[in-house]
């Protein structure tokens, strides 16, 4: 069965501070995709990144990279030099197809509070 | 429109009323979404929509919740004799969906705020 695992409920860093989200999978499928979303206080889910599980290369989008390793089915998520922005839960996501549907199944969330 | 729009934003029930959820998605995108997110909580799924179909119900809690979707487009969740455990935001979602844009990321909406009393 899918499953993603956030293991971190909250996290606190002082600002300046480089922290890492993890995300640990599960799932049957060889072709999945996988997603982090920032869900600041207003409240609304935004895109951070999409990852397909061909693709192993890390990335790097300014402060924020990824690191995938389908070894240990992992995606964890690094934000360097936090901010007071940074501060909201993050939830990471596994898009798979099973049975021809396309469920999107999403872990618990990491709460990040940066502290100024 | 612009993005995935939600009605009400906020909503007031009594314990026992029946309510109606809505949700308008990104103009041209075929799939769509239910999430439910209840406090301090991630995110449960609900139910899938592919066009006016929906493959997957597999998340609706009981049998006082239903979806519909006419048109391809606007959506309507509604949750009969709600149970003040129903409490929690509503969140809707829409992708596109085609061969060219297999697991596309999802749109979110603002979401409905449900409080049962």
């Known amino acids: 069965a899918q499953k993603v695992t956030q293991a971190q409920t909250e996290i606190s860093v002082v600002e300046k501070e480089d922290v890492t989200l993890d995300c640990v999978y599960e799932t049957r499928d060889t072709t999945y995709y996988l997603f982090w979303y920032k869900q600041p206080p207003s409240g609304e889910l935004v895109f951070l990144i999409r990852?397909?599980?061909?693709?192993?290369q890390n990335e790097i989008s300014g402060r924020y990279s990824w690191n995938f390793q389908k070894s240990t089915s992992s995606f964890n998520f690094t934000i360097t030099a936090s901010q007071v922005v940074d501060s909201a839960v993050y939830f990471c996501a596994l898009s798979e197809t099973t049975s021809g549907t396309y469920k999107y199944i999403f872990g618990t969330g990491t709460r990040l509070k940066v502290l100024a | 429109g612009a993005g995935v729009s939600q009605s009400p934003s906020n909503k007031v029930t009594e314990k026992g009323k029946d309510v109606e959820l809505r949700c308008d998605p990104i103009s041209g995108h075929t799939a769509l979404y239910w999430y439910r997110q209840s406090l301090g909580q991630g995110l449960e799924f609900l139910i899938y929509?592919?066009?006016?179909?929906?493959?997957?119900k597999s998340g609706l809690p009981s049998d006082r919740f239903s979806a519909e979707r006419t048109g391809g487009s606007v959506s309507t969740l509604t949750i009969q004799r709600t149970q003040q455990e129903d409490s929690a935001v509503y969140l809707c979602?829409?992708?596109?969906?085609?061969?060219?844009?297999?697991?596309?990321?999802?749109?979110f909406g603002n979401g409905t705020r449900l409080t049962v009393t």
């Open positions: 990852r397909n599980s061909f693709d192993e």
């Open positions: 929509f592919q066009g006016n179909s929906a493959p997957d």
């Open positions: 979602a829409s992708s596109p969906r085609g061969p060219s844009s297999y697991n596309s990321p999802l749109h």
